[in-house]
């Protein structure tokens, strides 16, 4: 049924592109048509109306109406074109001006310290991810270094980061006892906000996570401005199951271990049902005693691979990749 389908879109929109060869071209790739049937292709070309592919099972090149293909692969191809065309230089400004550096730079942002990371090669001409790691108790303070742990700082390594490389902070909560919430809260939401003004941030990547006072955390961004984030992994914390609601169409993502003595598991199954009640967008991996993990669950959840995988796969108003 597949070939089926795929031979009568090609019979019917078999054509030369009328754009020229860019970046992307060449990529082997899985389409998706409107109606969920994929076929493996291979990237020709594109413009504003049609897209050219060749077929991977056969070699036979076609062109395709966008309108015939699902809004993730239109969204790529688009993504394509503005690459070829630049988005329009975004020159790093404001407080970020100069802080490209590979190195982890200190910086300041109204009452919080944080750290920020990207790289040289991170063109002005291109759009790219942010991702935001709120710490757990105990890292607090002022001294901005307690944050920088080995977590956070494995976050810039590995294929992941090489395939997606992004913009990363790794803000200090000044007190431990209150937590991420109120003016500390709203000065996350402040700082991913001027990131975007001031960088050349891709808004539809935007991703965040936490561990413990961190996942709670992740769990209170959502709720704040839920509009702001592409997907969470928010790690052995938990929220409030009334915004369920307001953030069910974020990919959410999240860990715990059902020995931890120190947030209950219960927290997170409180929040899994509530989404899972509004059909939200909510994976959830729950590791058992025999797992031996207690209140460490970022330590399975930021060593499996699979985790950033999802991650960078997702990207605001699209459905979710499982």
Not at 33 to 58: H, P, Q, Y
Not at 165 to 184: H, N, T
Not at 231 to 241: E, I, K, L, Q, R
Request: glycine share 8%.
């Amino acid at each position: 049924m597949e070939n089926r389908f795929f031979k009568l879109v090609a019979a019917l929109f078999l054509m030369l592109a009328t754009g020229s060869p860019f970046a992307g071209a060449g990529e082997v790739r899985t389409w998706t048509a409107n109606d969920g049937r994929t076929l493996e292709a291979e990237f020709i070309t594109a413009n504003e109306r049609n897209v050219t592919l060749r077929r991977k099972s056969d070699r036979k090149r076609f062109t395709l109406s966008l309108d015939k293909i699902s809004e993730s692969d239109r969204k790529w191809v688009a993504e394509t074109l503005e690459e070829l065309d630049g988005p329009g230089e975004k020159e790093p400004s404001g407080i970020f001006e100069g802080r490209l550096t590979e190195e982890w730079e200190k910086m300041d942002y109204e009452s919080l310290k944080f750290r920020f990371y990207s790289e040289k090669r991170m063109s002005p001409k291109k759009r790219h991810p942010l991702l935001i790691f709120l710490h757990g108790k105990g890292s607090g303070g002022s001294d901005n270094e307690k944050q920088l742990n080995g977590i956070v700082r494995d976050f810039a390594q590995g294929r992941f980061h090489e395939k997606n490389p992004s913009f990363i902070f790794a803000p200090q909560c000044p007190d431990d006892s209150k937590g991420w919430r109120g003016e500390y809260l709203d000065d996350v939401i402040g700082l991913l906000k001027t990131a975007i003004k001031n960088l050349p941030v891709d808004e539809d990547r935007i991703y965040i996570t936490g561990l413990s006072m961190g996942g709670f955390g992740t769990w209170s961004a959502l709720a704040e401005a839920p509009d702001l984030f592409a997907a969470a992994v928010p790690v052995c914390g938990g929220g409030d199951p009334r915004t369920a609601k307001a953030i069910k169409d974020i990919p959410i993502w999240t860990h715990h271990g059902v020995a931890d003595a120190v947030v209950s598991v219960e927290l997170t199954r409180r929040m899994v049902a509530a989404l899972e009640k509004e059909k939200g967008n909510i994976k959830y991996t729950e590791y058992d005693e025999a797992s031996g993990v207690k209140h460490d669950a970022w330590t399975p959840c930021y060593s499996n691979p699979d985790v950033f995988e999802w991650i960078y796969e997702q990207r605001k108003g699209q459905k979710e990749k499982k």
